[in-house]
């Protein structure tokens, strides 16, 4: 079982009481993902959001190249990282894959959930949709900065691993 103080120190519960998180607490699903194995796949419906508490994961973007399909790697993300933040904000199919790279124990909160918390509490849902929009506006400076040093450099043809898709 996962301890409240992780809950509260993980920067989407930023700013909820120890009452909105008491309240929370019983909607978190915990599911385990073995080593190796795919936990959301690029293009599927997203229905939640992820909390990963024990090991890593990598993002993967499946890029198209005349050979076929190739995978780039975006990101790795480790304990009290999360993702599946955008598709609860903008329904949309999943942007990217997620894979185990280690053996990963997450919470997961369904968009069915955060509906629950916003007739719940308001408040609590407000908070949680402001620390969801914090961290896709840090992930976007992120970019940003990439993105701008990227143009100042000598593309390489095939992009290296890590590179974002060839438009």
């Known amino acids: 079982m996962v301890k409240t103080q ?8 930023g700013g909820l009481s120890s009452e909105d998180i008491k309240a929370i607490r019983p909607l978190l699903k915990e599911e385990s993902f073995p080593e190796g194995e795919y ?5 599927e419906p997203g229905d939640r959001l992820y909390f990963i508490h024990q090991g890593t994961v990598e993002i993967v973007r499946e890029c198209p190249s005349p050979q076929g ?5 975006l990101m790795v993300l480790g304990p009290g990282d999360t993702f599946g933040e955008m598709e609860l904000i903008d329904v949309q199919p999943r942007a990217a894959s997620v894979k185990a ?4 124990s997450a919470l997961t909160l369904s968009n069915a959930d955060m509906y629950q918390i916003y ?30 040093s990227s143009l100042y450099t ?3 043809y095939p992009p290296a691993v890590g590179d974002a898709c060839p438009r």
Not at 6 to 13: A, D, K
């Open 69 to 73: 399909p190739v995978s780039r790697r």
């Open 6 to 13: 992780f809950l509260q120190s993980h920067s989407l519960f």
């Open 154 to 156: 000598t593309p390489r």
């Open 39 to 43: 936990i959301v796949k690029q293009g």
């Open 101 to 104: 790279l280690k053996k990963v």
């Open 119 to 148: 007739k719940n509490n308001l408040k609590a849902y407000t908070l949680i949709i402001m620390n969801i929009a914090r961290e896709i506006s840090r992930r976007l400076r992120e970019t940003d900065i990439l993105l701008g």
